[in-house]
């Protein structure tokens, strides 16, 4: 027996004790990175590679582009006294779905940023993070998301195939009723877009589907744990007009009956015809 430590070893139980968390909660790991300003934990989680979906700084690819993203968005969470809380999480199979709201300050001015990062593992050595987010609430416009998922083959069944649906015809009613009492649907900048109970929830999707037709919503991943459903997907019409595809991603909260409590949305849509 060696007298010196086996620090070879004890380099190895590290990794695999970092690996470990990482795998357990990959988007905390992901959060902290950019917390940190530094990447190290995920490349050593994820030595087979680290993808990125970023709505401002695009596709990352590589633990050499990682590290350049992190600190970058790191100097930005800094400019923006971004303070980041944590929604709700939606764990199934080999996906993960955290919703936050970013509370940033900047020249006295405060706004809340809700954003969904969705952490998929393609192997047991790397990961692929897609963020959802609409950039109104940080510089007061949209941006077009092109198409991260092609489209899959299964829809959801219960009070969220039934509000899919009706939202792909356009049919208020069914959308209201697929609603508990006190549901509410969120859009996706945030609390100035929260719709709760059955009368706001009508007037808000009466204004979207006024003129007819309904949303073309073409579901890639759906990543459900029994309360919470995520539904990634491409949007490329409305009410009857065309869009340019784009990406985006519904969570829709239960309630104990099998109602829904909430559907919050995390996209950059706008409406191509007047909703009010």
Known sequence: MPWFPDFANAAELARRSTRAAGHGDPVAQYLAALADGDPGDLATTWPGGVVVHDPRAGDVHGHHHLRRFVKQSRRWLDEHGARIETVASTVAANRAVVELVAHLTEDGHAATWPVAVVAEAT??????????CSQVPVDGRRHVRPPLLAPGVATPEGAVGRHLAALAAGDVDALV???????YVREAIGSPGLHRGPDEIRSFYSAWFGEGG?????CCLVTDDGVRCAVEYTCDSWGG?????????LVYERDPGGRLAAVRAYDDLEAPVRTS
Do not use: C, K
């Open 123 to 132: 192997d047991e050595t790397s990961v692929v993070f897609r963020t959802y």
């Open 241 to 249: 007009h065309r869009l340019p595809p784009q990406a985006g991603i």
């Open 214 to 218: 309904g949303l073309g919503l073409r």
């Open 177 to 183: 009723s697929a609603f508990a009492p006190g549901g």
